[in-house]
Nanobody, 112 residues
């Protein structure tokens, strides 16, 4: 059974940083690309980042480029999202995704 468990979300002030993690199990993690997606209140899903199987290739949505960094540890079956210089518009529930599977998400709120 595929399981994705996100963690690390919390309330943070504008300009602050957070590191989200996603622990994966139930599949051969190192052979799948991974994604981070978010959903802000009252809005649709927004794809924000991708990392390939080996971690050498990454892509970011324009809204987060230069502020967020995706990484993965294939030995630990985890994918991470380092988020710097957070803005109120980054407030959303953040999900990691592999193929058609999603975790339960972790809430990030950016507010003073």
């Amino acid at each position: 059974e595929v399981q994705l468990v996100e963690s690390g979300g919390c309330l943070v002030q504008p300009g602050g940083s957070l590191r989200l993690s996603c622990a994966a199990s139930g599949f051969t993690f190192s052979t799948y690309a991974m994604y981070w997606v978010r959903q802000a209140p009252g809005k649709g899903l927004e794809w924000i980042s991708y990392i390939n199987t080996g971690g050498a290739s990454t892509y970011y949505a324009d809204s987060v480029k230069g502020r967020f960094t995706i990484s993965r540890d294939n030995a630990k079956n985890t994918v991470n999202l380092q988020m710097n210089n957070l803005k109120p518009e980054d407030t959303a529930r953040y999900y990691c995704r592999v193929n058609a599977y999603w975790g339960q998400g972790t809430q990030v709120t950016v507010s003073s």
